[in-house]
């Protein structure tokens, strides 16, 4: 297995994924259970359209100080808000609390205001229910529950049941480790986040069923007395794929880079950022497993298949491990000779 | 190069160009959402289980007291048991978020007096009246504006001057006998003619005694929220609780004014789930850094692809520009003729279908590469690969609108803008895949490159599969 960027862009990358795949799947299950324990353990950092509450956004002379604002906040009941100052260029405050029930939203508001040193009108505000959040929350679940019944449908229909299995659990995979990671970081989780990890979701699955779709159509060229085994098919497919995938990442990428390091960080848009982190991780994540955990899965469940254990064994008997370049080379014969007859062997092909 | 690709080709550039010329010559711009220009986002619950009609009726209160505010682009819908209320751009935040929560009552109100909105006569002597000289502008001319309560001072014990249903007709009302809590039923029926009974209760059964016997003779306005709905004489002095409002009533006029009635029985109360206030600033803010985060982000891809798939490159971006004009003139079409706002979610949304805008080109791309590598000639290449690129982008942008559809129909708010426009950017990419990217990679296979695909990045025919 020789890793070269040159090999990779003339498509003469030749990697054995399906071979290095047991030890890949391990480390990526021991990262979920990482992931899965941070979420149990630390919980997440639920914003307040989950959790009830306010916050406020304050745009504030430069002299103002996180301390004139926490004061402030105390004075209408908010002795336990959090206030943060964004990054950006200028002073912007985020305070978040439960202001005391006697207040009125204008007295909050007008309250910061005066210690902020500006009027109330530049203050942008957001109070939420508490019951509201379990209705998004309930919402994002049913949504979730019925799109991957629709998705497991679609794909076995279109594929088969192993792909959908494959892929469902490539999908499970992505959301556990992104969560995972807003958990590990504590990064605020908001509707917006839940978009984010819905879009993953999206992502990941439309990665993989490129992978599948190319496996399946080759799978369809081998001619019936091809001796070729599920996990060869596979491998040449993914080398196949893999420029596709490694392009795809990063022109998708490239943009929610921007979006989080030009929008959120230097220009102090921090709305941004909640979905940018999370796609960013996601669409990296996403790749990945379409690759490395998607298709060897369905490549360990095909190999069990009689066909595909007979195609196993035969390889075994003959005692010939086929190299991918040789794998590839069978592929193109079968694919292009299909329609003329039977033709002499070809150098390089060692059945 | 087949005619029909040169067709397509040009068909789809027309199109284009003529919707987005229409677009910006109507004058259209995509509106945009709270979050992105400032102004209030309320969603609202109702406290207890309401009845569809009500909830209906409830939401339809809402909306004219929106206008009433006088918002550019309002947009009220109903999302499963919430409405969701967006004014963007709003001025006075903090009064439209008091007015719109506000619980909505039926009065019924003694007339004082008549006119005609549109008579400046009229109007100036009806301020008058009303201010009794409070006010020092007596003399001027009166608009209809001056002259009609503003919602926050239509208080149960004023005085108020207020529109009929249809706007054709002011009235000059006072104080409110009794109000909607006392009604106990109303029903439309035909007997002869449309009628509505009404019943009260006790105490509106005496209350409503009082009014007739002070008012005999002499209308009585029924208000349901700064609206004269009906205005029926009073012919009896005493109704032990049961009334029947007559008068040439049509089947609809009929049954609505019942509904009107058994509304203010049992208004319905909102909970505020969630109130949005973004200042102007910080919308602007937000707005600006999305639009040069996007640009950047754009602009890196358009490198990238250049970089890697030269000619191809050049393709994608033409590709993407289309996309983007599309995508344009729909969102500005959507916002003019539906008042659907450009959210945030929404904008992101696009940013990330960038990703698999260029992903439907890198497919169909990396698949011409690979056949070039194998000895395939560019233009059969490009012209043999693109039924099995175009069926991988079939299959896998159907997936995107499988997701796109179920979180539309299931999810409320920013879930629910995002999938639109994921849903929306699918489907176009779909469209421009086929009517425009392919028959422009196939006219540039055939006249540009022909048979040097350095061109479009593939460095090294000699280094094919058989070896």
């Not at chain 2, 707005?287 to 754009?298: D, E, H, P």
């Not at chain 2, 421009?432 to 350095?454: D, K, N, Q, T, W």
């Amino acid at each position: 297995m020789n890793f070269s960027l040159k090999a990779m862009y003339r498509g003469e990358n030749s990697w054995d994924f399906v071979g290095v795949s047991r030890r890949v799947l391990m480390g990526s299950a021991i990262a979920v259970l990482v992931c899965v324990a941070a979420i149990f353990i630390r919980g997440l950092n639920l914003g307040i359209e989950f959790e009830g509450g306010g916050v406020w956004e304050i745009p504030a002379l430069s002299e103002v100080t996180t301390d004139d604002i926490r004061d402030a906040a105390s004075d209408v009941g908010m002795g336990d808000a959090r206030v943060q100052r964004i990054s950006g260029g200028e002073a912007i405050f985020r305070v978040r609390g439960e202001p005391a029930a006697s207040e009125s939203a204008e007295s909050v508001v007008s309250a910061l205001a005066k210690a902020a040193g500006v009027d109330s009108e530049t203050i942008s505000t957001r109070t939420v229910s508490p019951s509201f959040g379990d209705e998004v929350a309930g919402k994002a679940r049913r949504a979730l529950v019925v799109f991957l019944i629709l998705i497991a449908l679609y794909l076995t229909l279109r594929f088969e049941w192993k792909m959908a299995l494959g892929a469902l659990i490539a999908v499970a995979h992505d959301i556990a480790f992104t969560v995972g990671i807003y958990a590990i970081f504590q990064f605020e989780t908001s509707p917006a986040t839940v978009v984010a990890f819905l879009t993953i979701m999206g992502y990941s699955l439309y990665d993989t069923i490129v992978v599948f779709d190319r496996v399946k159509d080759n799978e369809r060229s081998l001619s019936a007395k091809s001796r070729m085994t599920y996990p060869d098919l596979a491998n040449v497919s993914l080398n196949q794929v893999v420029m596709r995938s490694v392009n795809t990442s990063i022109t998708s990428v490239l943009p929610v880079l921007s979006l989080l390091i030009v929008g959120s960080f230097i220009l102090g848009a921090s709305s941004l950022q909640e979905f940018a982190i999370a796609l960013l991780v996601g669409l990296l994540v996403g790749s990945y497993s379409s690759l490395f955990v998607a298709m060897p899965i369905v490549s360990e469940l095909k190999n069990r298949e009689s066909h595909w254990a007979e195609q196993q064994r035969s390889v075994e008997v003959l005692g010939t491990s086929n190299a991918i370049e040789d794998a590839a080379a069978v592929l193109a014969a079968d694919r292009y000779d299909r329609s003329s007859p039977p033709r002499p062997r070809k150098k390089g092909r060692k059945r | 190069m087949r005619r029909s690709h040169l067709v397509s080709l040009i068909l789809v550039v027309v199109f284009t160009a003529a919707s987005l010329a229409g677009v910006l010559s109507a004058g259209w711009t995509p509106v945009l959402g709270v979050q992105l220009q400032g102004g209030v986002e309320v969603v609202l619950r109702p406290a207890d289980e309401v009845s569809d009609e009500q909830f209906e009726r409830a939401i339809e209160i809402i909306r004219n007291r929106v206008d009433a505010i006088g918002v550019a682009e309002p947009d009220i819908t109903r999302q499963g048991t919430q409405v969701v209320i967006q004014l963007p751009g709003v001025k006075d935040k903090q009064r439209a978020v008091d007015l719109i929560g506000q619980t909505a009552e039926l009065r019924f109100r003694p007339v004082l007096q008549m006119f005609d909105p549109t008579d400046p006569e009229q109007l100036s002597a009806i301020e008058e009246a009303m201010d009794q000289g409070q006010d020092g502008d007596i003399g001027n001319e009166a608009s209809l504006s001056d002259v009609l309560t503003p919602p926050q001072e239509d208080d149960v014990s004023a005085m108020v001057a207020l529109l009929g249903s249809s706007g054709q007709t002011g009235f000059v009302l006072a104080p409110a006998a009794l109000t909607g809590e006392v009604i106990e039923e109303a029903a439309a029926t035909f007997q002869g003619q449309w009628i509505v009974n009404v019943s009260f209760n006790d105490e509106g059964a005496l209350l409503f005694d009082q009014m007739a016997a002070a008012n005999y003779g002499r209308q009585v306005a029924i208000v349901l929220d700064g609206v004269v709905e009906s205005a029926p004489t009073i012919n009896a002095e005493e109704f032990n609780g049961q009334a029947v409002i007559s008068g040439s009533f049509d089947e609809a006029e009929a049954k609505n004014l019942a509904l009107v009635l058994k509304f203010g029985a049992l208004p319905v109360e909102f909970e505020r789930d969630d109130v949005r206030t973004v200042s102007a600033t910080l919308g602007e803010g937000t707005l600006r850094a999305g639009i040069i985060a996007g640009l950047v982000g754009l602009a890196l891809v358009g490198a990238y692809m250049l970089l890697y798939y030269r000619l191809l490159g050049l393709v994608a971006i033409c590709s993407l520009a289309t996309s983007g004009a599309i995508l344009w003139s729909i969102v500005a079409w959507l916002g003019e003729s539906r008042g659907l706002a450009l959210t945030l979610a929404g904008a992101t949304g696009i940013v990330v279908s960038i990703g698999v805008q260029v992903d439907s080109n890198i497919v169909y791309y990396e698949r011409i590469k690979e056949e070039v590598r194998r000895g395939r000639a560019v233009r059969s290449a490009a012209d043999g690969s693109f039924r099995a690129a175009f069926s991988t982008i079939i299959w896998a942008d159907l997936a995107s609108l499988i997701g796109a559809g179920v979180l539309y129909q299931l999810t409320t708010g920013t879930v629910r803008g995002f999938a639109l426009y994921l849903g929306i950017t699918t489907l176009i990419d779909l469209f421009v895949s086929f009517f425009f990217m392919r028959p422009l990679v196939i006219l540039v296979a055939r006249r540009l490159v022909g048979e040097r695909p350095g061109r479009l990045g593939v460095s090294n025919m000699a280094g094919g599969v058989i070896r």
